[in-house]
């Protein structure tokens, strides 16, 4: 190769060094890429051989969003009307660092910052994020957003669902389920009924199914599960020691209450008594809530008779005993004192709540007093007697 060639070549490849080495860029650091609420953050952009009348600007991208923070050494109006916010410019030889400092941070804040050298088409980005804590927890009962430590009627029988939904968090949460003192988080996670969804930037969803069986995805209400609290509880674990703020345990419930349709369940719908003797008839009763002297009477078909619960009429008494222990019937008590000819008549239990009223019907009727009939083909035992004496009167006789 020529030697003049060699010599331009070597003296084009000084003159794009020497372009290069004076290349005007920014560099972007952040004091941390996540941070929780009322921390203080840093965004620094380090500009190295920009012009003196270089653009810089600082901007927030949040989804396809973006607002302009700083203008060169001047933060924009909305952010400086906050107070929160901090700009300086430090000089520093060939290069000067543009320095934006957030006093406590929100979760507005979170985003990705960008440092823009605008003339020399050069920038730098960095992601943060706030750590959110689970403040809303929020338990929904078909589709409904019930209120913190709410009672839940449901009619026995009814199926519902539960879920239970946390607000967004950074990290995301971990979700549990307790029903009473069991933590039944496991349970519905194995029978795939307790599915947890974290989306970035979207709501972390907890669905509980309050329910234990792996075919049934829906709560059926049993009254024995009447006054059960189901917690729902959102713990943010990761890196919690490192973290002063927002890490603390959220919780919140609901109780359960399963209305009970009331139901006599008398052992039988036909009766037996004695005339002129007492007679007793006793009934469980399940019910919820308890029920008060005006939702349940005791009347006779014939409407001669129309009782409530302490009344008597004519030697008829008419009693209801709740039961306090949870998921055991009370019991209504009919007793005759000296039963009369003309109390042998159809009767109905009559009992009412919120769902509806239900009665239960059963017949008084007499008791035969008279012996049991003799076994066909055998003798009574007076027949029998009466022959043995006879028997006895002809073998003396004749031995005579």
């Given at each position: 190769m020529d030697r003049c060639v060699l010599l331009g070549v070597f003296a084009s490849l000084a003159i794009i060094s020497g372009v290069l080495a004076n290349e005007a860029k920014v560099l972007m650091q952040i004091t941390q890429e996540y941070a929780t609420v009322g921390e203080v953050v840093t965004v620094s952009c380090e500009v190295i051989n920009s012009d003196p009348g270089s653009t810089i600007s600082i901007q927030k991208e949040v989804g396809e969003e973006t607002e302009t923070i700083t203008a060169n050494k001047i933060l924009i109006g909305k952010y400086l009307e906050k107070g929160r916010f901090d700009y300086t410019v430090t000089p520093m030889g060939e290069s000067s660092m543009y320095t934006l400092t957030i006093n406590g941070v929100t979760y507005e804040d979170s985003g990705r910052y960008t440092c823009i050298l605008v003339d020399h088409m050069s920038k730098s980005s960095v992601p943060f994020d706030v750590y959110r804590n689970t403040e809303h927890l929020a338990f929904y009962v078909n589709g409904t957003e019930v209120e913190k430590n709410e009672q839940i009627d449901l009619e026995e029988g009814k199926e519902m669902s539960i879920?239970?939904?946390?607000?967004?968090?950074?990290?995301?949460?971990?979700?549990?389920?307790?029903?009473?003192?069991?933590?039944?988080?496991?349970?519905?996670?194995?029978?795939?009924?307790?599915?947890?969804?974290?989306?970035?930037?979207?709501?972390?969803?907890?669905?509980?199914?309050?329910?234990?069986?792996?075919?049934?995805?829906?709560?059926?209400?049993?009254?024995?599960?009447?006054?059960?609290?189901?917690?729902?509880?959102?713990?943010?674990?990761?890196?919690?020691?490192?973290?002063?703020?927002?890490?603390?345990?959220?919780?919140?419930?609901?109780?359960?209450?399963?209305?009970?349709?009331?139901?006599?369940?008398?052992?039988?719908?036909?009766?037996?008594?004695?005339?002129?003797?007492?007679?007793?008839?006793?009934?469980?009763?399940?019910?919820?809530?308890?029920?008060?002297?005006?939702?349940?009477?005791?009347?006779?078909?014939?409407?001669?008779?129309?009782?409530?619960?302490?009344?008597?009429?004519?030697?008829?008494?008419?009693?209801?005993?709740?039961?306090?222990?949870?998921?055991?019937?009370?019991?209504?008590?009919?007793?005759?004192?000296?039963?009369?000819?003309?109390?042998?008549?159809?009767?109905?239990?009559?009992?009412?709540?919120?769902?509806?009223?239900?009665?239960?019907?059963?017949?008084?009727?007499?008791?035969?007093?008279?012996?049991?009939?003799?076994?066909?083909?055998?003798?009574?035992?007076?027949?029998?007697?009466?022959?043995?004496?006879?028997?006895?009167?002809?073998?003396?006789?004749?031995?005579?």
């Open positions: 879920n239970c939904t946390a607000g967004k968090a950074l990290p995301y949460p971990k979700m549990y389920i307790n029903l009473g003192d069991r933590d039944i988080t496991d349970k519905f996670t194995k029978h795939e009924q307790l599915i947890a969804e974290c989306v970035h930037h979207k709501e972390c969803l907890l669905h509980a199914y309050y329910n234990s069986s792996l075919y049934n995805h829906m709560y059926k209400a049993r009254w024995t599960e009447n006054g059960k609290v189901v917690k729902c509880k959102a713990i943010i674990e990761e890196q919690k020691d490192q973290y002063e703020h927002g890490f603390d345990q959220t919780e919140t419930q609901i109780t359960v209450n399963v209305t009970h349709a009331p139901v006599v369940n008398c052992s039988q719908s036909t009766y037996y008594a004695s005339l002129g003797k007492n007679f007793v008839i006793r009934c469980p009763l399940f019910t919820n809530p308890e029920l008060s002297s005006d939702d349940i009477t005791l009347t006779s078909e014939d409407g001669s008779i129309l009782l409530k619960p302490g009344e008597e009429y004519y030697g008829l008494s008419f009693r209801y005993t709740a039961n306090s222990e949870l998921g055991k019937p009370g019991e209504v008590q009919m007793t005759w004192q000296s039963v009369e000819q003309k109390q042998l008549k159809k009767y109905d239990i009559k009992a009412s709540n919120i769902i509806g009223e239900r009665k239960f019907t059963f017949e008084l009727f007499r008791a035969d007093d008279t012996e049991e009939p003799d076994n066909p083909g055998s003798a009574s035992m007076t027949q029998i007697s009466i022959f043995s004496l006879v028997l006895a009167a002809v073998i003396a006789l004749v031995n005579h």
